[in-house]
T-cell receptor
Framework: GAVVSQHPSRVICKSGTSVKIECRSLDFQATTMFWYRQFPKQSLMLMATSNEGSKATYEQGVEKDKFLINHASLTLSTLTVTSAHPEDSSFYIC?????????????FGPGTRLTVT | SQKIEQNSEALNIQEGKTATLTCNYTNYSPAYLQWYRQDPGRGPVFLLLIRENEKEKRKERLKVTFDTTLKQSLFHITASQPADSATYLCALSLNSGYSTLTFGKGTMLLVSP
């Protein structure tokens, strides 16, 4: 089946530093990838839609200059949290849509736990 | 405003019983609705999708119903097992094609042996 990986699975960083999270589709090509954030006992909140070769589309209230998204290839999208603050501590999850598959199917990565101290 | 509501309280049931989880929505006209399973510290795993013109969908021990008049979906797990213990999320999509998903908060299911 379609597999999506994320790296790292956990990261701890100091306030003010930047952190990059990678999302890879391992056995399929993904023209579109999605980045979500999930706080404890809350729903997944869509942050942005990442399209290969073009600029990401951000949801209302998500700062594009703080959460930089790069989708440079059909199998890799990266999310960089710049100048991280403790309130950015959360569970970040990506998903990918198979370019050759059904348009509704999204395959989720295992998530990245970010802790900002 | 648009809302997706799932049982906020955890659902505790005995092994072998049928678990029924509810997803209600307001101010949406979804083209389809999906159910996912999420284990602690993990990403969601797709379970079932049901379209707006479908009443019921089954997959092994899972059954989903979709009532667009009541704006409600029910998710059933028959012959539940302790391994079914997880959080179950419903997600709506507004378009039949390329579309983003909007998730509910999920309901935690605990199946006791």
């Amino acid at each position: 089946g379609a597999v999506v990986s994320q790296h790292p699975s956990r990261v701890i960083c100091k306030s003010g530093t930047s952190v990059k999270i990678e999302c890879r589709s391992l056995d399929f090509q993904a023209t579109t990838m999605f980045w979500y954030r999930q706080f404890p006992k809350q729903s997944l909140m869509l942050m942005a839609t990442s399209n290969e070769g073009s600029k990401a589309t951000y949801e209302q209230g998500v700062e594009k200059d703080k959460f930089l998204i790069n989708h440079a290839s059909l199998t890799l999208s990266t999310l960089t949290v710049t100048s991280a603050h403790p309130e950015d501590s959360s569970f970040y999850i990506c998903s990918a849509r198979d370019s050759q598959g059904n348009s509704y199917e999204q395959y989720f990565g295992p998530g990245t736990r970010l802790t900002v101290t | 405003s648009q809302k997706i509501e799932q049982n906020s309280e955890a659902l505790n049931i005995q092994e072998g019983k049928t678990a029924t989880l509810t997803c209600n929505y307001t101010n949406y006209s979804p083209a389809y609705l999906q159910w996912y399973r999420q284990d602690p510290g993990r990403g969601p795993v797709f379970l079932l999708l049901i379209r707006e013109n479908e009443k019921e969908k089954r997959k092994e021990r899972l059954k989903v119903t979709f009532d667009t008049t009541l704006k409600q979906s029910l998710f059933h797990i028959t012959a539940s097992q302790p391994a079914d213990s997880a959080t179950y999320l419903c997600a709506l999509s507004l378009n039949s094609g390329y579309s983003t998903l909007t998730f509910g908060k999920g309901t935690m299911l605990l199946v006791s042996p």
